[in-house]
């Protein structure tokens, strides 16, 4: 146990934790002055971040099968697309493994600023990538390559970004400052649809080269806000102490192996959900025959989604700070099992608003209060010392489900219709309330309570 002697990477005392308290070292009580600049950079890099690895969603479902994949069956193409989108997804497992053995190795900063980096560059290249018709088979094998570093590089940013903001933060607003963290996906989200929404109108394949071109930008300002980010007080004073694990990833499953798996199952419900409510739906839109949506209606929604899943995730973040964060797990998990149909109806009927409500209910609901209760909750799963591989493992490996999920909807499609992908979206929800069930809470009610004593 740390002594209470301690100081973080501003001068603050650590406070040694509570009897009670069912995580480990959870920084300074009051947070580090620092704690809004952390939480700022972090969420920056996490817009840039979701602005690469969601733009090349959006791209896939409405533009790149054609450039990469030409075939007389446009099914086939879009398939294909959707394909190399699942390649991204199954990189970032590994993306975290590395991310996480680095975080608790070397620190949460050095990953932040690597991870970074080798998104935005990936990301520029596709916007310079030739078609098909210019260099044959070369185009897709470039494009898969690309593909696999973007998913290395996402797989190891979140981990770093929640952490090192969850470590700054007070205890009894871990929650609110971790949102800031999440928010950074809609907020990607949002700017990634602006962008393809404002260059479809543009000729060929400036269509959708353009929003890849634009992200050089945004690389620039995120490595210059995160090279001013503090190293987390937490991993300052595990290496202090001199409880650093040479090898936290062989730990992490030999002695956390339960928590583990628990936090897969949670973000089943909620990235495969938005595999299937958000990605999936956009093809399904687009791709039926007739045409439900015309690509910039269907842009448009994601866009009116993403604006309200800003603020959305800010505060099903705060709430867990207030009720907890299993409550919260378990009351959306049970919604999205009720809401599966519904959704599908909506989008079904081929009108502009209805199919907006669908993607805001499924996005600002459906996602983003898992979203919200997962920065907090992951982190005090596991002990510090190897928090970072425990936290970027569990919330990675769930991503290959995530990527398959558009791909494996789309066959269920063609095979029930509608029925076979909200039957999916059913069975995402199931898996996640039953991983809330058998996840313990850790930020309880006599915890929150305790905090309040200590903090007075």
């Not at 404002?198 to 995160?226: E, H, M, N, T, Y």
Request: aromatic share 10%.
């Amino acid at each position: 146990m740390p002594s209470p002697s301690a100081t973080s990477g501003s001068d603050q005392p650590l406070t040694p934790r509570p009897p009670s308290a069912t995580a480990a070292l959870r920084g300074p009580i009051h947070g580090t002055d620092q704690v809004k600049r952390v939480a700022l950079g972090a969420a920056v890099g996490q817009v840039i971040e979701s602005y690469d690895f969601i733009g090349f969603a959006t791209a896939a479902a409405l533009y790149l099968g054609p450039a990469f994949f030409p075939a007389d069956d446009p099914m086939a193409a879009t398939l294909s697309a959707l394909a190399v989108l699942g390649v991204g997804f199954a990189a970032r497992p590994l993306g975290g493994i590395i991310g996480g053995h680095l975080g608790d190795r070397l620190g949460r900063k050095p990953v932040l600023v690597a991870s970074l980096l080798v998104m935005g560059l990936s990301t520029f290249a596709v916007g310079l990538l030739p078609t098909y018709q210019a260099i044959g088979l070369w185009a897709p094998a470039l494009l898969v390559s690309i593909r696999i570093l973007q998913g290395l590089a996402y797989g190891a940013e979140w981990g770093g970004a929640i952490l090192i903001t969850y470590e700054h933060a007070p205890w009894r607003e871990k929650g609110r400052f971790t949102g800031w963290v999440q928010s950074g996906f809609p907020v990607g989200l949002l700017a990634a649809n602006l962008v393809f929404l404002a260059s479809v109108k543009l000729p060929g394949d400036w269509a959708w080269r353009v929003p890849f071109l634009c992200s050089i930008v945004l690389v620039v300002v995120g490595l210059i806000v995160r090279s001013k980010v503090p190293e987390s007080p937490v991993f300052e004073q595990v290496r202090a102490d001199g409880e650093l694990v040479s090898d936290p990833l062989v730990e992490v499953v030999r002695r956390e192996w339960r928590d583990l798996l628990r936090g897969v199952g949670l973000r089943v419900a909620e990235t495969g959900g938005y595999g299937l409510a958000i990605t999936y739906l956009t093809s399904y839109l687009t791709n039926s025959i007739p045409s439900l949506a015309e690509k910039d209606d269907t842009i448009l929604a994601l866009c009116v989604a993403a604006a309200v899943g800003v603020f959305a995730t800010l505060a099903w973040s705060r709430l867990t700070d207030r009720v907890g964060r299993r409550p919260q797990y378990l009351a959306v998990t049970a919604f999205n099992i009720c809401w599966a149909v519904p959704m599908f109806l909506l989008v079904n009927v081929g009108d502009r608003w209805l199919t907006v409500i669908a993607f805001t209910v499924s996005f600002a609901i459906s996602q983003n209060a898992l979203a919200g209760s997962q920065g907090s909750w992951f982190a005090e799963l596991f002990p510090p010392s190897v928090r970072s591989s425990g936290a970027s493992l569990a919330y990675q490996l769930s991503s290959v489900i995530s990527g398959a999920t558009p791909y494996l909807a789309t066959v269920l499609q063609l095979q029930l219709g509608w029925v076979g992908p909200a039957l999916l979206f059913m069975v995402y929800s199931v898996v996640g309330l039953v991983s809330a069930g058998l996840t313990a809470e850790t930020w309880t009610p006599a915890l929150r309570a305790e905090v309040r004593r200590l903090a007075a």
